[in-house]
């Protein structure tokens, strides 16, 4: 599957089908942090991304306040 | 396709998000809903509007700002935007657009400040003239140029996007430093007072995840990069620590800070009475200030007379006090 990330906006091209929280983890990413749209849906952590599936992991955090 | 088992817990249709605080998955509709009741509950337990107000919400182009206009607006409220251009390179001419379409493409009014046209300034040559970290001299700037806004405008309350995430993490550095005036006003509501408009927090019961989720499933577009200016700073590494605890304990930074404002805030009554009471008016402006400039005069002051100053310049200098 073809996993966006951003900042930095990169991309990662990962082999597998697996849960988005699975995702999140390999990733070392906190599931309180991001969210995951995939082919342009939100979905939750027990989703599972298939290898044909476009994934975009959006963080959430913003440093204004 | 949706995961079997992760479906809505109130009408059992395929989940799209899951919200681990409130132990439960919801589908877009009911999610939604969840939102609105969360805003009307912080409206109402803290008297922050009534549909009388003229309202003036502080937009910035990302999705807070832009959440809670449209959660404003959607609650059946009357309110304008305001959008300072801070002149922090690509990132605020990003930002501006992001704003200016979503009031466009709900016929909203959008009232714009620019710095750098109308104070002759912008973030990074104001940081590097006044020698505060970049953070600083936006605070600064924002907060008079909000006020001035509401004033200037007839408008009866100033509404910020600030979230539980944002309070939880001000919160928990104001504890670490155990600073009284900070805590005794870190409040929901402020008060319209000293030549100060009222102010108001409608998502202090909803969190910074909550907030995407909410642009995302009404198709609201804004700012996903991060200030290049903010990388960096305490606020965020407050952030991350309290999600990290949440992680292994979810529900931990509502009890955080709704708890606060609930047995700790009564407490503190009074504490910052002392720096409000001895106000006076700045003798270039007028505004409220402790000493005879106040500070964004004294920002003006500075920067307008310094050689503008790339972003670049002034990039990974984040890491002061919030």
């Known amino acids: 599957m073809k996993v966006l990330l951003r900042n930095p906006r990169r991309e990662l091209t990962i082999d597998g089908k697996r849960s988005v929280n699975s995702l999140l983890a390999e990733l070392q990413l906190a599931r309180e942090s991001h969210l995951v749209i995939r082919n342009g849906t939100l979905v939750p952590g027990d989703a599972e991304l298939t290898v044909d599936d476009v994934v975009e992991i959006r963080p959430v955090i913003s440093g204004g306040a | ?322």
């Open chain 2, 1 to 322: 396709m949706v995961a079997v088992g992760s479906k809505c817990r109130v009408c059992k249709e395929p989940a799209i998000i899951d919200l681990p605080r409130h132990n439960a998955h919801f589908c877009a509709e009911h999610f939604l809903e969840l939102c609105r009741r969360q805003v009307v509950k912080a409206i109402e337990k803290f008297e922050m509007l009534t549909k009388d107000d003229r309202i003036l919400v502080a937009v910035s182009g990302g999705k807070d700002s832009l959440a809670v206009w449209d959660l404003l607006i959607d609650l059946g409220y009357q309110a304008d935007g305001l959008y300072i251009g801070l002149g922090i390179g690509e990132y605020s001419d990003t930002s501006a657009e992001f704003a200016r379409a979503f009031a466009a493409q709900r016929d909203l009014h959008l009232i714009e400040v620019s710095l750098r046209d109308q104070y002759g300034y912008d973030v990074p040559t104001a940081s590097k003239a006044t020698k505060r970290v970049p953070c600083s001299a936006c605070g600064i700037s924002k907060r008079h140029l909000f006020d001035k806004a509401a004033l200037d405008g007839g408008y009866t309350v100033l509404v910020t996007g600030h979230n539980l995430d944002d309070e939880a993490a001000v919160l928990f550095g104001n504890t670490l430093r155990w600073d009284v005036e900070y805590l005794a006003r870190q409040l929901p509501v402020l008060p319209s007072r000293h030549g100060f408009p009222k102010k108001v927090k409608p998502l202090v019961r909803l969190t910074e995840r909550e907030m995407a989720a909410w642009c995302i499933v009404r198709g609201i577009d804004y700012l996903v990069d991060e200030c290049p200016m903010a990388v960096g700073n305490k606020h965020l590494a407050y952030k991350e620590a309290l999600n990290a605890i949440e992680q292994q304990s979810p529900g931990s930074k509502a009890a955080f800070y709704l708890n606060f404002l609930e047995n700790m805030a009564p407490l503190l009554v009074g504490r910052s009475a002392a720096a409000t009471d001895s106000l006076q008016s700045c003798s270039s402006c007028g505004a409220p200030t402790t000493g005879d400039l106040c500070a964004f005069c004294r920002v003006v002051a500075k920067a307008s007379a310094h050689e503008p100053v790339p972003v670049e310049l002034v990039l990974g200098k984040g890491r002061g006090r919030r």
